[in-house]
C-alpha cells in the first residue's frame, strides 16, 4: 500500500485529491497539511512514502518543506511529488535541485497523477512532458560547477558516460540505442551510478553531472 501525504493550502484541493487517491486499491492518505511547517510534522511523524507538495502555501512554503523533508535522513524514504498551477521553470530547476522526485501541473489528468505517485513511491524520478529537458537546459544556462570531479571517483568509465547521458536527457531505451546495449543493461549501469553516488532518483544524476562539471553547456 503507498501512503500518500497531501500539502495543499486549499481544503477542497485537498478533498479532491484524497476522493482520487482513496478510491485506488494500492494508495491510502495519511494525512492532511495545509502549509509547509505542518506538511513537515505531519512526514516526520507518519513517514509516508510520497508527499504531494503544493509550491504556493502560507508560511513555510512547499519549497522549503520538500528542502526539509529531503535533508532528513528519517524521511530518505520519503519522495516528494510537487504539484503546482505554476508551471515555470525557476520553480522546477529548485524543485530537483533540493531534492524533489517529481514535478506536475495540477491540471494533469487525474491517470497521470495516479502514474506519477506510484513512479514516485517505487524511487523513479517524473516530470511532466517536456519539462526535463528544460530543465537541462535550465542547468546548462546557470549552473557552473561547485561540487569536486572526486565525487564521481567511485564510478567506472562506462558509468560516467551513462551520468553524462542522463544529463543529457536520454532515457534507458535512448541510452541503450546510443551505446548499442541492452535496455536492461542500460538501466542496470544507471541503478548503480545511483546507487555510488548516493542519487535519490535520475533527476538527481542531472543536477550531479553539471555541478561537478562532468558536462558543461553545449557539449553532447
Do not use: C
Request: net charge negative; no cysteine.
Amino acid at each position: 500500500m503507498i501512503e500518500v501525504l497531501l500539502a495543499d493550502d486549499q481544503a477542497l484541493v485537498r478533498a479532491g485529491f484524497r476522493a482520487l487517491l482513496d478510491a485506488q486499491p494500492d494508495i491510502t492518505v495519511v494525512g492532511e497539511a495545509g502549509d509547509g511547517a505542518e506538511a513537515i510534522r505531519i512526514a516526520t511523524a507518519k513517514r509516508p512514502d510520497v508527499v504531494l507538495m503544493d509550491i504556493r502555501m502560507p508560511g513555510t512554503d512547499g519549497l522549503e518543506a520538500t528542502r526539509r523533508i529531503a535533508a532528513d535522513p528519517a524521511l530518505a524514504a520519503t519522495r516528494v511529488l510537487i504539484l503546482t498551477t505554476f508551471d515555470e521553470d525557476e520553480y522546477v530547476f529548485e524543485a530537483v535541485r533540493i531534492g524533489a522526485s517529481g514535478f506536475l501541473v495540477k491540471d494533469t489528468e487525474p491517470v497521470e497523477l495516479l502514474r506519477a505517485v506510484r513512479v514516485v513511491a517505487e524511487g523513479a524520478a517524473l516530470l511532466s512532458p517536456g519539462v526535463t529537458r528544460r530543465l537541462i537546459v535550465e542547468f546548462a544556462r546557470h549552473t557552473r560547477p561547485v561540487r569536486s570531479m572526486r565525487e564521481l571517483d567511485l564510478l567506472t568509465t562506462r558509468e560516467r558516460e551513462i551520468v553524462a547521458l542522463v544529463a543529457e536527457g536520454l532515457s534507458n531505451d535512448e541510452i541503450a540505442a546510443r551505446l548499442v546495449v541492452s535496455p536492461a543493461t542500460a538501466k542496470t549501469h544507471v541503478s548503480r551510478a545511483m546507487i555510488k553516488l548516493a542519487a535519490r532518483d535520475r533527476a538527481q544524476l542531472v543536477v550531479l553531472a553539471y555541478e561537478t562539471g562532468l558536462v558543461r553547456p553545449g557539449w553532447s
